[in-house]
């Protein structure tokens, strides 16, 4: 018996192979060896649907990730490191999946800028907690959340991009570089005498 899953893994697998434009629900039915209507049984909306679902639920794999890896990580240098790991990792695993040729990343990457603000502004939310509540708890000195996670964030899509595209493998610890590179930008200012002080010690 056919379900969505099964549907949207497929679906997945085909995008990452010909694109968005070459997709077709007459091929995705072909490759799960059903009728075209045994998808819009699933999907009353057709290819739309279906696309628009593949991405819904793979963000919100990304999302549940990053708020599993939170919820074990201590302290807001931990959790933005555990955060931005848990995203690129996933993003890793996609790009091993499928192989992302770069033309189809291109195109991917299009469809997503316009049409994943929701996501985009949910990450977005995730990231901003974490730092607000690092100045919460006197670990980050006070900024602006929201342009402070816009920024990790933006970094992160880059981490992303060039782990999702070929064979490219990205220079180990980048992820630790990023995190020490915006956690000193953001220590607060008691951690930083306690810092200067344990160092006269």
């Known amino acids: 018996m056919l379900n969505q899953d099964q549907i949207l893994d497929q679906a997945l697998e085909l995008i990452s192979t010909v694109g968005l434009r070459r997709f077709?629900?007459?091929?995705l039915g072909a490759r799960l060896g059903?009728?075209?209507?045994?998808?819009?049984?699933?999907?009353?909306?057709?290819k739309s649907e279906i696309v628009r679902e593949v991405f819904r639920r793979e963000e919100d794999r990304v999302l549940a990730?990053?708020?599993?890896?939170?919820?074990?990580?201590r302290g807001a240098k931990a959790r933005l490191r555990a955060l931005a790991e848990a995203k690129l990792e996933l993003v890793r695993e996609l790009g091993r999946l499928y192989r992302l040729r770069e033309e189809i990343a291109d195109e991917l990457e299009g469809f997503l800028v316009s049409?994943?603000?929701?996501?985009?502004?949910?990450?977005?939310?995730?990231?901003?907690?974490?730092?607000?509540?690092?100045?919460q708890q006197g670990e980050l000195r006070p900024v602006n959340?929201?342009?402070?996670?816009?920024a990790?964030?933006?970094?992160?899509?880059?981490?992303?991009?060039?782990?999702?595209?070929?064979?490219?493998?990205?220079p180990p610890g980048a992820v630790e570089q990023l995190i020490e590179a915006v956690?000193?930008?953001?220590?607060?200012?008691?951690?930083?005498?306690?810092?200067?002080?344990?160092?006269?010690?």
Do not use: T, W
């Not at 959340?145 to 816009?150: K, P, V």
């Open 24 to 27: 077709s629900v007459s091929e």
């Open 34 to 46: 059903v009728v075209k209507s045994a998808l819009y049984h699933h999907f009353p909306g057709g």
């Open 65 to 73: 990730a990053m708020e599993e890896a939170l919820a074990g990580a």
């Open 115 to 135: 049409r994943r603000r929701e996501f985009l502004q949910r990450e977005l939310g995730v990231i901003a907690r974490v730092i607000q509540e690092g100045v």
């Open 145 to 150: 959340s929201e342009l402070l996670a816009l």
């Open 152 to 170: 990790l964030q933006g970094a992160l899509h880059n981490l992303s991009r060039a782990y999702a595209v070929g064979d490219r493998s990205f």
């Open 183 to 201: 956690f000193n930008g953001i220590r607060s200012l008691r951690q930083e005498e306690e810092r200067c002080g344990n160092e006269r010690s």
